[in-house]
């Protein structure tokens, strides 16, 4: 839509585009829409007994108090989530982009918490923080900390979202310093001449250079803390205790495939995916102004 | 299809297995059973298969409780169920409801031609899974009870004895934290053990119609007085450390084997991890009595699992696994699996041949829970649970008690809450189940 | 460097290695959990330096069939599963959005925005939310059990179309001119033009796209039932989870570093590509 020129219409679009295109039909959208004509059921377990409701059970979730209060959870958590993995990043990155050897090396060693997987990442972290067991916990008593994540809410969420941080500090790094090892050194050096130092340098200069890496990562971070942290609450929390950690995916999954009420599920997977078409919505627009400048 | 059949085409060991198979009918069973208890599913199917060749048992680990019973649940609607698949205690009432989806073990086993003596098996642990007229529905395979376990060591330092009642588990804490312990007690599975077990050893009804057995139109009557002084008491107790707090099902146990807690109240299966755990004598008894409620013990009630047998399958496979049932609870190896596990036999005849093996004698404590559970005849209060959505009720507990562990809510608060949430899951099962 | 502060340096070391000490703590301990024996990881304080079992735990794990007691497919087995779900996942997801992404950037034919937003409609949500469903439609094909239903339903998404056709806009309208007065067709022009142009993005794509694949967990486990199908993630939580027994750490914690090697070796060895593709389409 944007390209002024283009190949002449044929046959061959339509046999480009068909493997993409069959593919989300058979493994998407028919899924998809057998969930948004499940959330108008009230059905058992095996599919024996089905009950129509049209709009049951979404009203059912508007008055649940437990599923309006993950929306702000939800909302908590990937904010800090993304604040947390973001300026961790962008202070290792400040600092790395200033060491001229061994920059790569150390880039090679913060990149690679990226490849853990979620639950994984999960385990290792309650490990480390079993009340009991854990490191942490040890040390935290040292300093007058009572630490037990099973029955303190607060320390249960900041658990999550230290995971749910850590694993994301490799990705966001990559991009920072690529964004900051792109500015040009005679940007940089013009402002040294003229006194400023490397504190000032960073927030006056490179800081608002960045500010489109931050704003693209802002929103992938965002994504990430709603929809692919699923994996690590599983694994610390599961949700508790007493509903801290339930985040909105993590309460779809869990009424559903845990609880099989199949009906209150799919009511949530639907509302999940207007939000999803809202966000890929805002972030299309984003994207296409900056490709049109 | 083709890369896939290629793949295990190439592999010759594979290809093996298959042909071997295909001459016999095979029968799938999925289990929730990890780690070394897995080994032990597998070595029980590998003997049947090996006792007879017309069958073959095939073992699938299927992941948790939860996830075994969403992957059938989700197979069944797919037309690809298992032929027999283990379901924890709390999804009774939900696969007790598909009619059409199960068979119920007693009629399989008699369509089958095999036969079957209800009155082998231990009253306590069959009633769970029996309708209100006693037909058998699943068969039990994996089956615990609360107890109370405790440090011997600690308790013999701080001069203190093993309590039978609420009152000496107060006393027991207190001595064991003023000799310098960092927890009296604590427990796991609190729904289960506090409300669930507290109030059928009281002989308290925890829902209407006889706990659900009766009929969908149940509704929880936890939220008494009783259930409500006991766990508020025990959440006062939080302050002197008598009591804290360790997590949902058995999350506390390093607190219990690391000398932290010395008491613990959680099932008897955990025998095998606290002896590899512990290093202080360690001893199990009953589960305390509240002396203001009853004069004397009722009898506990169940956890664990028990194996489906599911509709949709050729009559001679049934015909297979119900001779694999049969096979299952042989004294011979109900009482292998006992010993080994620290899981209830499900027959009289296997708990017998325990105590003539003098596996008692050995490893003491270990009949506690036999003995708890077959304490009296079981009432309606004390057979079982059948409450629709359970898995979440249960969940709907955990939040309701963990708010007030924390503090922020009262006991009877936390309890009507819970008995209100789980309320209306009660009612949204009422309208599929019907 | 700008201005010479040796201070500053050694500052800039220290907390770059400093982060390295945090961002690599779980790994330590990972790695320290599988050199001791099982008993030892279960009581606390748990230890912070290697003990003595390293090549036990580690024949046990990839020659002892893992887990004492599981009836899991040996280790190699499991993954050589991961691997193959985790290129199918790569090289399915690369094939097919290089080309919808071609048809939508350089074509103009009718409903093409029709295909683009329902392709595009994909782009976020997660398979977890839409899994029973899914479920019933892999199994209504008869692909429960393959490597064809690992891979495909979680190659429906949009997010590398999304990225090859930001990678295809960026690139100059001169070259498609000057490709079509040499005579090359469509695909000549695709094969010879585009592909080499986006070297780095699919490089990077392969990158994500294979860590994506390689750390499914829940997917796996709801369609496969024979244990020759199992993948080595699935395996770690089955471990996890055992019930009323005690996790052994220690063999749950080498398998979990042997999980790790691949995907962490593709990162490590393709990161300059990856960094490359991922940030030059960002610019």
């Known amino acids: ?293 | 299809m083709k890369l896939s059949g290629m793949l295990l085409a190439g592999t010759a060991a594979f290809a093996l297995t298959a042909t071997a198979a295909a001459a016999q009918t095979e029968i799938s069973w999925w289990h929730a059973m990890g780690g070394t208890n897995g080994e032990r599913v597998n070595k029980i199917a590998a003997d049947f298969n090996a006792s007879q060749s017309d069958y073959v048992v095939v073992p699938t680990y299927k992941g948790n409780y939860t996830e075994t019973m969403t992957a059938a649940v989700a197979a069944f609607r797919a037309g690809e169920q298992p032929h027999l698949v283990q379901v924890f205690e709390v999804g009774t009432a939900t696969m007790m409801a598909a009619k059409g989806a199960v068979y119920p073990v007693e009629q399989m086993m008699a369509d089958a031609g095999e036969p079957f003596d209800g009155s082998a098996y231990l009253p306590a642990v069959v009633s769970y899974y029996q309708t209100s007229e006693g037909e058998l529905l699943s068969m039990p395979f994996n089956s615990s009870t609360p107890v109370l376990w405790y440090n011997a060591d600690a308790l013999a330092a701080a001069g203190a004895s093993v309590p039978s009642t609420w009152d000496e588990v107060k006393t027991t804490a207190q001595a064991l934290v003023d000799n310098g312990m960092d927890c009296g007690f604590s427990f796991g599975w609190q729904s289960w053990v506090m409300i669930e077990n507290f109030s059928a050893w009281h002989n308290m009804a925890m829902g209407t119609q006889e706990n659900g057995f009766a009929g969908f139109d149940t509704e929880f009557t936890f939220n008494n007085d009783k259930v409500a002084a006991r766990l508020q008491d025990i959440a006062d107790m939080q302050a002197d450390n008598l009591f804290v707090y360790g997590g949902r099902r058995g999350d506390s146990l390093p607190m219990f084997t690391n000398g932290e807690c010395g008491m613990w109240m959680n099932s008897s299966a955990y025998y095998g991890s606290i002896k590899s755990q512990a290093e202080f004598e360690f001893g199990q008894t009953m589960l305390p009595l509240d002396t203001s409620l009853a004069d004397a013990p009722q009898n506990s009630i169940i956890g664990g699992a028990t194996l489906w047998a599911l509709q949709g399958h050729e009559s001679d496979e049934y015909k297979g696994l119900a001779k694999f049932m049969t096979y299952l609870s042989s004294a011979d190896v109900q009482a292998w699996w006992h010993q080994e596990t620290g899981y209830v036999p499900i027959t009289t005849a296997a708990a017998d041949l325990s105590a003539e093996q003098g596996f008692y004698e050995s490893n003491p404590g270990t009949d506690t829970a036999i003995q708890q559970l077959s304490l009296n005849t079981p009432t309606p209060n004390s057979r079982g649970l059948r409450f629709g959505n359970f898995v979440q009720i249960r969940d709907v507990i955990n939040e309701e008690l963990e708010a007030l562990w924390a503090g922020d809510i009262s006991a009877a608060e936390a309890l009507d809450n819970a008995a209100s949430r789980g309320n209306d899951l009660l009612r949204r099962f009422e309208r599929t189940a019907n | 460097m700008i201005e010479n502060r040796p201070v500053l340096n050694i500052a800039s070391h220290a907390v770059l290695i400093i982060g390295i000490v945090i961002v690599a703590l779980p790994i330590w301990i990972t790695f320290v959990a599988a050199t001791h024996d099982p008993v030892r990881m279960t009581q606390a304080p748990i230890p912070m330096l290697p003990g003595g079992h390293f090549w036990e735990n580690f024949t046990q794990t990839l020659f002892g069939g893992g887990l004492s007691g599981t009836e899991s497919a040996p280790v190699w087995r499991m993954l050589l599963n991961s691997l193959m779900m985790a290129l199918m996942i790569s090289f399915g997801k690369i094939a097919i959005s290089l080309l919808s992404a071609f048809a939508i950037v350089y074509f103009k034919f009718p409903f093409r925005m029709g295909f683009f937003w329902l392709i595009f409609i994909t782009l976020m949500l997660p398979v977890e939310v839409r899994i029973l469903p899914t479920f019933e439609v892999v199994a209504d094909l008869g692909m429960l059990n393959s490597y064809w239903g690992l891979s495909i339903p979680l190659i429906a998404s949009a997010t590398a179309t999304f990225m090859f056709r930001q990678v295809f806009l960026t690139i100059p309208d001169e070259m498609l001119e000057s490709a079509r007065i040499d005579g090359a067709g469509p695909l000549r022009f695709f094969w010879d033009i585009l592909i080499p142009l986006s070297r780095t993005n699919i490089a990077a794509l392969f990158v994500i796209l294979f860590i994506y694949g390689w750390n499914q967990y829940l997917w796996p486990l709801l369609i496969t039932t024979e244990t020759d199908m199992t993948t080595i993630v699935m395996s770690i939580k089955q471990m996890l989870e055992a019930a009323e027994q005690s996790p052994q750490w220690n063999i749950i914690m080498m398998t979990a570093l042997l999980a790790m090697i691949p995907p962490v070796f593709v990162v490590v060895a393709m990161q300059r590509l990856f960094v490359q593709g991922l940030t030059e389409t960002d610019k």
């Not at chain 1, 099989?260 to 919505?281: E, H, K, R, W």
């Open chain 1, 1 to 293: 839509m944007l390209k002024r020129v283009h190949f002449p219409t044929s046959l061959l679009p339509y046999l480009l585009v068909a493997p993409q295109v069959i593919i989300t039909l058979i493994f998407f959208i028919w899924p998809a829409s057998q969930a948004v004509y499940q959330s108008f059921l009230i059905e058992d377990a095996f599919g024996m007994s089905t009950e129509f409701v049209w709009f049951e059970n979404f009203t059912y979730l508007a008055t649940d108090e437990q599923y309006l209060g993950s929306f702000g959870r939800t909302i908590f958590f990937s904010v800090c989530v993304a604040f947390l993995s973001m300026s961790a990043a962008l202070i290792l990155a400040g600092f790395a982009d200033r060491i001229v050897r061994g920059a790569t090396t150390y880039r090679t060693l913060l990149i690679w918490p990226y490849a853990v997987a979620p639950v994984l990442a999960g385990a290792l972290w309650v490990f480390m923080f079993n009340p009991t067991l854990g490191i942490f916990p040890y040390i935290l008593e040292f300093i007058g900390v009572d630490w037990n994540h099973y029955l303190n809410g607060n320390q249960a969420m900041a658990l999550v979202i230290f995971a749910a941080a850590w694993k994301q500090i490799a990705y966001n790094f990559l991009f920072y310093l690529a964004a900051m090892q792109s500015i040009p050194r005679s940007l940089i050096e013009a402002a040294a001449i003229d006194g400023a130092g490397p504190v000032r340098r960073f927030w006056d200069h490179i800081f608002p250079l960045i500010s489109p890496t931050t704003f693209f990562l802002l929103v992938i971070n965002a994504v990430y803390a709603f929809f692919d942290t699923f994996g690590i609450i599983h694994a610390v929390t599961q949700g508790g205790p007493a509903n801290a950690t339930t985040i909105l995916v993590y309460k779809v999954y869990n009424d559903g495939f845990v609880g099989l009420d199949l009906g209150g599920s799919a009511a949530q997977s639907v509302i999940l995916m207007f939000l999803v078409i809202a966000m890929t919505v805002v972030q299309f627009r984003y994207v296409e102004r900056k490709v049109e400048y």
